[in-house]
């Protein structure tokens, strides 16, 4: 069975940093790319960050290029997003996504407010 667990998620105030991780169980980590969405209160989701299996082509949003910087750890099956200069607009609840030969699957997310 497929699982993902994003984990690290919390308040902070803005201009502070979360470092997000998510553990890939029940399928080959890193043989599929990896994504990070999330979604704001009212708002449809939005993707953030992508990166390759073999992390040699990460990509980004507009809304978070040069403050959030995506990797992978293929032998801990673990996929991070380290934030840094958080702004209150990235305040949402975060998901890492995959797109395997049977669908999509995410997990349950973890909780991100930036609030001074």
């Known amino acids: 069975e497929v699982h993902l667990a994003e984990s690290g998620g919390g308040l902070v105030q803005p201009g502070g940093s979360l470092r997000l991780s998510c553990v890939a169980s029940?399928?080959?980590?890193?043989?599929?790319?990896m994504n990070w969405v999330r979604q704001a209160p009212g708002k449809g989701r939005e993707w953030v960050s992508a990166?390759?299996?073999?992390?040699?082509?990460?990509s980004y949003a507009d809304s978070v290029e040069g403050r959030f910087t995506i990797s992978r750890d293929n032998g801990k099956s673990t996929l991070y997003l380290q934030m840094d200069n958080l702004q209150p607009e990235d305040t949402a609840v975060y998901f890492c996504?995959?797109?395997?030969?049977?669908?999509?699957?995410r997990g349950q997310g973890t909780q991100v407010t930036v609030s001074s």
């Open positions: 996504q995959t797109f395997l030969e049977s669908g999509e699957y």
């Open positions: 029940g399928f080959t980590f890193s043989n599929y790319l």
């Open positions: 990166i390759d299996s073999e992390s040699t082509s990460p």
